[in-house]
């Protein structure tokens, strides 16, 4: 393989796998409630009507009412203000505190909050509801929850409809005395994880496009009128979604003092939506059929990260661990590049030994390029040798590890799971750094036996890899790390066996 190949692909897959951890930044933090009103009252930002204008003051009542409702997946606090989510405590979650996950919403945009285009804010206006909570189970699998609220201009009946063991949450909006109007989706409900390493914040989906907004770059609102399914906040692990059942006139992403918010416009009348907030598990958000399955993203090599998610999962099932999992896995994977690692291998052992007779020929025609060029080529026609062998192996792997990198990043079953002794979770960085430190180890290990075609200067200089390797893999998820250091132990027992194969072949 050319030198300058070799520090190309190297190079670029170390970029590739930064990218995130390094361009992807987190937005700002988010701003106390009491300044977040003031900046809103500058109106900076060209947005929706309904989400600036406040409230008539005679509306705001003081005597708000909160509901609970408890299913077995999780417990949601409902309040009279606005008719909307205060908050969901996601039972089967916790932090690393070992506390419940909560997506919350208690921001200056509520979220199912609805602003009209006539200027009303509806997100504190008192709605009237019954005053008992709600608990799901086995006796109880379905219960609703109504709002309603009315005056001389408009009146609204909500209604919303739950399921126990279902995130899932239907609602029904009744609207009267407004031709059209707004419904948000709050800046923080969905965003727990706020990860730097993925996208966190608005996401629309529009017709299969995934579309996802950072508030930066939103320097002017996003508007979209055509096949919307749903928008979304999303993290990590997490993600809130509305998704309309029936057509809407808009949707919109707009940067509202340096948050990235997300609303759509509907017509009034009776407009039905499916909610859903929780974890992103890509199977069971595939199964309500509304397309909510591309909230999790596997990237550009999608059409490979799918799959192997689900030989992931296969393997998991048997071996009821997601360490042993990736390890079977990534054995897997590599069988089928054996032959082309194995040709590419001996391409470069080859190339290695005709590298005196090239600098010879080097030396001798370095006044005539096109001479050299000639002679090198026939050089190589000569003793069979085809300089780009060694690249094509590592090319074709490429794809396959970015896949399979993108499901072992996003993956939230991965998230707390443990693989054994200290490695508590895969989703986690090694709280010891002795697998990225052992990592290292096989990269330098690696490169001693890989043949090169290097000057002994350069391959000094290749020698730091390992090192930049070492310290980008400090904070990588345990899984990553897991797999990386695997597949080097692979390709070292691979390279081990093909030179002494060679070692045996007549010169």
């Not at 999780?74 to 997506?103: H, M, Q, W």
Request: charged share 25%; proline share 6%; with cysteine.
């Amino acid at each position: 393989m050319d030198k300058k190949m070799l520090l190309a692909i190297i190079l670029s897959i170390a970029i590739l796998i930064t990218y995130q951890y390094f361009f992807v930044k987190p937005v700002p933090q988010e701003k106390a409630i009491q300044e977040t009103v003031r900046e809103e009252s500058k109106g900076t930002q060209p947005i929706p009507k309904a989400a600036l204008t406040p409230m008539p003051k005679t509306e705001i009542s003081v005597a708000e009412k909160e509901v609970r409702v408890e299913s077995d997946l999780y417990t949601a606090v409902f309040t009279s203000k606005g008719g909307t989510i205060k908050s969901i405590e996601l039972k089967k979650y916790k932090d690393k505190n070992n506390r419940p996950i909560i997506l919350k919403g208690d921001d200056v945009l509520p979220p199912l909050s609805i602003g009209a285009d006539d200027g009303f804010q509806f997100s504190k206006v008192n709605f009237s509801v019954q005053d008992k909570d709600v608990k799901l189970g086995p006796s109880l699998n379905t219960a609703a929850l109504t709002f309603e609220y009315s005056s001389k201009e408009h009146s609204i009946r909500r209604t919303y409809t739950f399921k126990n063991n279902d995130y899932g949450i239907d609602l029904k909006d009744e609207v009267s005395g407004l031709s059209s109007y707004w419904l948000a989706l709050g800046k923080d409900f969905g965003i727990y994880d706020k990860d730097s390493s993925v996208h966190f914040g608005p996401v629309i989906l529009k017709d299969a496009e995934r579309m996802e907004f950072v508030a930066k770059k939103l320097t002017e609102p996003k508007s979209f009128k055509e096949g919307i399914k749903w928008v979304a906040q999303e993290d990590k692990y997490f993600f809130s979604s509305i998704v309309p059942k029936g057509q809407i006139e808009e949707a919109k992403a707009w940067n509202k003092n340096g948050d990235a918010l997300t609303a759509i416009k509907l017509s009034g009348g009776v407009n039905n939506y499916f909610l859903y907030a929780g974890p992103k598990e890509y199977d069971a958000l595939k199964k309500y059929g509304s397309g909510l399955e591309h909230i999790v993203d596997f990237g550009f090599f999608s059409i490979l990260a799918r799959p192997l998610f689900w030989i992931l999962k296969v393997f998991y099932n048997i071996s009821h661990n997601y360490g042993i999992a990736i390890i079977i896995l990534t054995i897997l994977v590599r069988i089928p590049f054996i032959p082309l690692i194995n040709k590419g291998q001996k391409s470069m052992k080859k190339l290695q030994d005709i590298q005196p007779k090239m600098a010879e020929v080097k030396e001798k025609y370095k006044n005539d390029p096109q001479r050299m060029q000639r002679e090198t080529m026939e050089l190589y026609k000569k003793h069979k040798v085809n300089p780009v062998g060694g690249c094509l192996p590592m090319l074709l792997q490429i794809p396959v590890f970015f896949a399979l990198y993108k499901v072992l990043l996003i993956a939230i079953e991965l998230r707390g799971a443990p693989f054994m002794l200290w490695i508590h979770d895969l989703s986690a960085k090694d709280p010891y750094y002795i697998l990225p430190i052992i990592m290292g180890a096989t990269m330098v290990i690696q490169q001693k036996m890989t043949p090169s075609t290097m000057e002994p200067t350069q391959q000094k200089i290749m020698m730091i890899m390992p090192v930049v390797f070492t310290f980008m893999f400090l904070t990588f998820p345990s899984g990553l790390v897991l797999y990386w250091l695997v597949n080097n132990v692979l390709s070292i027992g691979q390279q081990f066996y093909m030179n002494k194969k060679l070692a045996k072949q007549p010169a």
